[in-house]
């Protein structure tokens, strides 16, 4: 393991305190830790942030009321305990190249993993390719063969809307329930920063786009111990050993910073300010459609049984990104689903910054306000294959942050 790299147990540490009190920003989410890649006590102390500090601007408040949530939505994430698989296999006279099982960090990933996996594809130059799956793996690893000079057929049985993709949280959680410390391997981090350092470059190209497909904002983290109370607390239970990559991308991101007292309308004593990158999935989806159309790709709508039905098509270079629906497909039982469910509020579009409060976070999306209870951390969903949703769950959860802004004070009263 790189020393740059955190151990499972170094995890274990920083992630102390935080299962009753999270403090970690987007840990769970996708789902993992803030925007600047802190996690816990010690990476706060390392990342003890920026001399300055930027005043806060006027906040506005949540509307946290449940019934204000128009939609609940659950998603599997496709978790492998050696991180996705990125091998190629010969079926007949036909190349598959698989891109799939990016557990809760698929999205952020999604460019990075799509261009190794076309560079294998495309090392033959052929003409045509398929691919296998219409989510986020699938689309970006179409646009990237088509950039790679190929005529491209997307298969999948869902489109996007349709696809689990569409009920991530949309956030950048590159290592998030990525692999498994111990399973995955040293080399493993090697391959995943290239993966994650690709998709933040190509990410840079869809912001301040028309329609807002991906953008920056704010994310407070607020507490109402400090740091050493809630280290004192507890653990966050992690007894797989879930993987920590971010201490190699730090300088990708700014510090988080913890801000001074009475300098936001938020009344607990403690809170951090850190950036993140989000992803306004109605949008950016649309845009990755677009895109893919417009360079000249096809869709088809189909389902495939059995890997020796790929052999039927056409094309003889398939990328395949069947997400979840590998596990069926390919039989392939190394794919664990890891349960996330998110309660929507109606966008508010006046509402600009992220947060993290007493075990549930918020993402400003423009498509809808993403309510999430991410206690329990990594292991929380993990195993579980239910997809049927639990309004007591998220009704909880904006119960929290009605109590967060029931003490909040409006931008003028601050
Ligand atoms: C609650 C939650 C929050 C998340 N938040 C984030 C986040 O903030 N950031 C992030 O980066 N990641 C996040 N993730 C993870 C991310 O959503 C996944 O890693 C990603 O969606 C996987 O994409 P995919 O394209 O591999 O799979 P999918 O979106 O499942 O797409 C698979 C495609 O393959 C097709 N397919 C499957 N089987 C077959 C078959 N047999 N025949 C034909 N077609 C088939 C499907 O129809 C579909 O088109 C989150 C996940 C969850 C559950």
Redesign the pocket.
Known sequence: MSSRETTSLDRRRLLRGSALFGGLGLLG???CATASGASGPAARQANAGPSHFDPVPPLAPLRAHTDRLFDLTV????FRAAGPRLDTEQIGDTLVVHN?G????????SWGSGTIAVRKAMANSPREVAV???????LTSAILAQRAGAKVTI?????LPQ???S????????D?RIALTQAAGPAFGELWEQMARTSFKTYRSYLGLPGTPVEWVDQYSIFDLSQEQRDAIGDRPDPLGFASYRSRIRDLTPREELLPAGSTPFQDPYVYRSEMMIFNIADYGHTLMADFLAAGGQIRQ????APSDLTQLPEKVVIN??????R??WKDETITP?????GWLIPQPELNYGLYYNGVSVVPRRDGIVV?AVHGGDMKGYGDLNETTDRAESEQAVSVLADLYSRFRAPHQV
Not at 75 to 78: E, F, V
């Open positions: 989410l996708g789902g998603c599997l994430r496709p799939y990016h557990g809760g960090s698929g999205w952020s990933l296998i799956g219409c989510g986020a793996l699938g298969y999948a049985k869902d489109l696809t689990r993709s009920r991530a949280t949309g956030a950048w959680t590159p998030s189909r389902e495939f049984h990104c069947p997400g979840y629906g590998g069926a497909l890891v349960r996330g469910q998110i999430q």
